[in-house]
Each structure stands twice: as structure tokens, then as C-alpha cells.
């Protein structure tokens, strides 16, 4: 079966331009869920949806970070404009149960780097 | 809040000794306990959970058991290889269908 896949895997581009991360979750999973891991920060979540609709986006950073669901296989974050600070690995991730319990599965996560 | 607690990395070890990395949790409720690893360049994947007191998660070797009573989730592995080398992470799902809480993560280095 196929995993999480997350596209591109690695992103440069310069500051002010928009970045888009995409992602596909496991079929099947109802819950999916962008995290941000930096060496500074660690692991955070910025956004987590369940049934295609966003539950809480309390970790997006600001108004520059968006991410939308339009279907069960399908979800991007944006960033409009970039910037320097924002260069991270951006995993995505999808569980079947809502995370309460069950497991989470992760992409290989997108390298963005923000010169 | 939620909250995870890990030992402060990095932890070095030498092939086959012994490993122990500590975790403490701060709950509401009755929460899944969960341990990760990232191996250098990939995702994260589950190592092994254990979803109420008194479980013991096992997985290559690791273990790990619910401990309410001290709020504990401790990683351990009797004799580590250096395939083990990662960044070991634990987290919580609070019941309820809220998202996981994840902690810092302890990178291990295991020499030959």
C-alpha cells in the first residue's frame, strides 16, 4: 500500500515567492494533520483536519500559512510570501481514527529552504 | 495542557549496551502513549503504543510500559545496534479525538 506521499521533497526558492506543499494521505484515513520540524522548534503541529475540515489551526504561524482539504486525497499548504524563517521540513501526516487512538503515518516530508 | 516531557539528547552509546530514554507525560483523561523514530532523512514512523495503564508496547527489541501512576512511558532496548542511530520521539493522543502531543525527541548515536 502506498504511504503518505508529499510533493516536492525538496523545495528551494527565494524570499516573497509563494510556496505550495502538497500532500496525499493513506486511503481511507479520515484524519490528516502538517507539522513543522526545525532544529530550533522541534516538531509542531500547525493544522489538523478531520473529514475535510479544519478542527484546529491554532499552530498556524500567521496570516502567510493557509492550508486547504478539498477532498478526502488531497490537501496543500501555502505560504504567501515566503520567508527566510520559514525554511523547515514540513511532514504531513493521516490517521484512520482521529488520532485519539490509532496511529499516525508520516510522508517523508518536504524540505523547503527559504534563501 | 497536554504535555511530553523527554531526557535531554544527545545520547551516545557503544554497540549492545543497554538503552533507557525517559519520558513523562502531563494529561487530561486517559491518553494513548506512543513512541516514534526518525531515521536521518525520513519520516517519522511508530515504533510502538501502548493505549491504557499497565500495557507494555513492544517493537525490534524496544520497550516501553503505561505507567499512570508516574506518568511514564519509558523507551528501553537491552542491547542496542547501530542501525538503532535516530531521533526517538514520544507523544500522547488525549482521548476525545484530539491530536497528538509530541515531545522534543532525544537523538541516539550508537558506535561500533
Known amino acids: 500500500d502506498a504511504g503518505v506521499i508529499q510533493s516536492p521533497r525538496h523545495e528551494v526558492t527565494e524570499m516573497g515567492q509563494e510556496v505550495t506543499l502538497r500532500c496525499k494521505p493513506i486511503?481511507?484515513?479520515?484524519?490528516l494533520f502538517w507539522y513543522r520540524q526545525t532544529m530550533m522548534r522541534g516538531l509542531e503541529l500547525l493544522i489538523y483536519?478531520?473529514?475535510?475540515?479544519?478542527?484546529?489551526d491554532s499552530g498556524m504561524p500567521e496570516d502567510r500559512f493557509s492550508a486547504k482539504m478539498p477532498n478526502a486525497s488531497f490537501s496543500t499548504l501555502k505560504i504567501q510570501p515566503s520567508e527566510p524563517r520559514d525554511s523547515a521540513v514540513y511532514f504531513c501526516a493521516s490517521s484512520l481514527t482521529g488520532g485519539n487512538t490509532g496511529e499516525l503515518f508520516f510522508g517523508e516530508g518536504s524540505r523547503l529552504t527559504v534563501l | 495542557g497536554n504535555s511530553v516531557t523527554q531526557m535531554e539528547g544527545p545520547v551516545t552509546l557503544s554497540e549492545e549496551a543497554f538503552l533507557t530514554i525517559n519520558c513523562t507525560y502531563t494529561?487530561?483523561?486517559?491518553?494513548?502513549l506512543f513512541w516514534y523514530v526518525q531515521y536521518p532523512g525520513e519520516g517519522l514512523q511508530l515504533l510502538l503504543k501502548?493505549?491504557?495503564?499497565?500495557d507494555k508496547g513492544s517493537n525490534k527489541g524496544f520497550e516501553a510500559t503505561y505507567r499512570k501512576e508516574t506518568t511514564s512511558f519509558h523507551l528501553e532496548k537491552g542491547s542496542v545496534q547501530v542501525s538503532d542511530s535516530a531521533v526517538y520521539f514520544c507523544?500522547?493522543?488525549?482521548?476525545?479525538?484530539?491530536?497528538?502531543?509530541f515531545g522534543p525527541g532525544t537523538r541516539l548515536s550508537v558506535l561500533p
Open positions: 501502548a493505549t491504557k495503564a499497565d
Open positions: 494529561a487530561t483523561g486517559y491518553p494513548s
Open positions: 483536519f478531520n473529514n475535510n475540515v479544519p478542527i484546529d
Open positions: 486511503s481511507g484515513h479520515n484524519s
Open positions: 507523544a500522547l493522543s488525549p482521548s476525545y479525538g484530539q491530536n497528538f502531543v
